[in-house]
């Protein structure tokens, strides 16, 4: 059975940072892309940033560019997460996913496997 667990969220201050990561156990998971997604209450999931095997290619939502740093170790086939200079608007539930592709996208509909979340909590 498929398994992703993710770890690191908290409550941070402003400007603050934190590492998330995602352990993903049950089978092979590195010839596929990885992701991160963020949910905040009321709004839709969206991508923040996904990582193609290799680490050569990623994307990175806007609202994240150059303050968050998506990382893969395919051989713990773990995926992290570094988050700088967080802002409140951050504040979420984040997800790990798995995609049933090679190169990465932010159309969840392409990501087949999920975690169950860690919550991220930014003050002002």
């Known amino acids: 059975q498929v398994q992703l667990v993710e770890s690191g969220g908290g409550l941070v201050q402003a400007g603050g940072s934190l590492r998330l990561s995602c352990a993903a156990s049950?089978?092979?998971?590195?010839?596929?892309?990885m992701a991160w997604f963020r949910q905040a209450p009321g709004k839709e999931r969206e991508c923040i940033t996904a990582i193609r095997r290799s680490g050569a290619s990623t994307y990175y939502a806007d609202s994240v560019k150059g303050r968050f740093t998506i990382s893969r170790d395919n051989t713990k086939n773990t995926v992290s997460l570094q988050m700088n200079s967080l802002k409140p608007e951050d504040t979420a539930v984040y997800y790990c996913?798995?995609?049933?592709?090679?190169?990465?996208?932010?159309?969840?509909?392409?990501?087949?496997?999920w975690g169950q979340g860690t919550q991220v909590t930014v003050s002002s």
């Open positions: 996913a798995i995609s049933s592709d090679v190169i990465p996208t932010s159309n969840p509909g392409r990501y087949l496997y």
């Open positions: 049950g089978r092979t998971f590195s010839n596929y892309a």
